[in-house]
């Protein structure tokens, strides 16, 4: 079973910060560009509450500005066919600009996780990343999220979260989502929606 440290939903009202200069975000040494086929995508709503609980040393805007979020997009992920890595660091990183930043900052209220989530995964995707955020944007917009208030008052478990969610989103089936818990399995962390090439709800 898992539970839900109890929050809102997405920000009603979003302060969009000041940004000084673009973002850019470098591929780590460690990390090697994989380019490949793209056979469909991940995407992920991370739930802020728990996050911001369990990382304590994070300053980002998401933790420590004056919004208080809910689900957030973590990111728009593509994926390699079956048993074939993910292609990953596909090209030089490019700036993100204020335009862009300002347009995705309440769905994604990190200028870190910005960065990352252009240069290790967008760059994989699209063009640029007025493009990729564009598109990742619009999905998580699409995704209707239960009411976490009213879950954190019951005891749930995984199989249940997946029913509400699909519930609320009659093309989306639990055979379509991986839900994240902490190591123990106590408390929910992210939704991860499988999508096609279409950006279709898949298994």
Known sequence: WCSVLPGMALAQTCSIPELRGPLQADRPINEQARSGVVAGYT???SWSPEYC?????????????PNKFGFILHGLWPE????????????ASTTI????FRAQFCSMPSSRLMAHQWTKHGSCAAR?????????RK??????????????RRRIDVGGFKRIVSALNPAMQPSHMVVMTD????WFEELRICLS??????P
Request: charged content about 25%; glycine content about 8%.
């Open 128 to 136: 640029d990343p007025a493009d990729y955020f564009a598109a990742s």
């Open 53 to 65: 609980h369990g990382n304590a040393q994070d300053t980002s805007e998401q933790c420590t500005g």
């Open 139 to 152: 999905l998580f917009a699409s995704v209707r999220t239960p009411d976490m208030n009213a879950l954190s």
């Open 183 to 186: 190591r123990r399995g106590d």
């Open 97 to 100: 600009d204020r335009f862009v």
């Open 43 to 45: 995407l992920a709503l």
């Open 80 to 91: 390699g066919p079956s048993g074939r890595s993910a292609p990953r660091w596909c090209r």
């Open 197 to 202: 090439r279409e950006f279709r709800p898949i």
